[in-house]
């Protein structure tokens, strides 16, 4: 029979636990309506369970059935049964179940279980109120992520209290000087520390362009290790070191952009062996790239006025890493990405995993129709031409079109 059981009952309850509706009612419990809390999801007792009761026809067809049912049903604690009498054609009167109620929160949790879980939330919502009501919002809004932190949010606050005290600090998070507070704590909270520095500090503390925990320290004004660059001068004219004047060099990003080389174009590729190898050219620099994330070349104003050539590999990521590389240099070109080379190499194609799905746009329409291509799998399921597979003649033809460095001046 489909009627309401105890199981499917408390399994009703367990989904307003799940979706943290439980947990939000002890904090207006707590009277904190006024805390900038949201309403959605809120529970008001006494609460009506959705409930299946047997039909008129069941109650005759199945009597003794029904009549167990309702000893069961009246056997839970914590559940109210709303009664109804009813006059049955063949029985006569009878009183029956209509609805099933939780009178208070409390009932809910004992049916669960959920009642020392519960408590150590109260707990966390007190010291909250105490010592940050501007975070009893987040609580609200997360609590379950808030109850998987219990025993981490004491130092979680003693975090916040210390940044409000010291906004945009300037200094490195292995300097914070929290008893009981390491620098690997802080690291491994930073996704949760992010929303709540973002719900204390002023607008001023914040560095709104940089998000995401690889970010964090951006955002909030802290130190960061310097991202390093590394590159080669593909021309002995362009020396940093006059003894080995095309020596692989590595740089931390502040110093990059203060480089004074001012070469008229730069090749970024993103295999080490082609960067080893690539050839001599005038005037130019070559950057060994980093996939995606181009910040470490953001602040190089210089490299504005340089033509910019990018060699990816030939599959969806190559092309979105192209695009990435876009937002902050919108006149990069790409090199060896075509389809002309892709087609050229159709012995040495490989297999992309997990290709990219969402819109690129800022690629070239001969770029996004190979895009497309690959996307679509027309050419072959799950394309891939790594760039270290391209042969070294067809990266020699492509700079020759450009400008190739004449052979007297090769060491």
Known sequence: MNWSTEKSLKDQILRL????????????????NDAGLGSQMDLVFPYRLAFKAPSSSELSDHFEEVRSWIAKLSAIKGLRIEWRELNHRILGKQTIPQAIWL???????????????????DEMASDTGNRHPELLAWLDRRPLLALSLYQEWPRLLD????????????????????????????????????ELFDLVLPEYA???????????????GFLDKPQHIRFRSLDSALNLIASTPLADLSIDSHNFAK?????????????????LAFPQFANSLLIFGAGYGWDALAHADWLQHCEIYYW???????????????????????????????LAHQNLWGREEQPVSHALPLLSQEEAQLFKRLQEHSLQDHLRLEQEHIRFSALQAALAKIQLVPPANKH
């Open 259 to 275: 480089l004074n080389l001012r070469p008229t174009r730069v090749f970024i590729t993103e295999n080490e062996t082609n960067f």
């Open 312 to 342: 990816g590999d030939i599959d969806t990521h190559g092309f979105a890493i192209l695009n990435q590389l876009r937002h902050r240099f919108a006149h990069v070109r790409s090199f060896l990405m075509d389809e002309r080379t892709l």
């Open 206 to 220: 914040i560095e709104q362009e940089y998000s995401g925990i690889k970010q964090f320290s951006a955002r909030y």
């Open 103 to 121: 009178d208070t929160l409390k009932d809910a949790l004992t049916l669960i279980a959920k009642q020392k879980e519960a408590s150590w939330f």
């Open 17 to 32: 636990w799940e979706q943290g509706a439980l947990l939000r009612a002890t904090l207006r419990l707590r009277g904190n």
């Open 159 to 194: 975090i916040v209290s210390w940044i409000k005290l010291h906004p945009q600090p300037g200094i490195y998070l292995r300097q914070i000087d929290i008893a009981g507070v390491h620098s690997k704590f802080i690291e491994s909270q930073r996704r949760v520390l992010s």
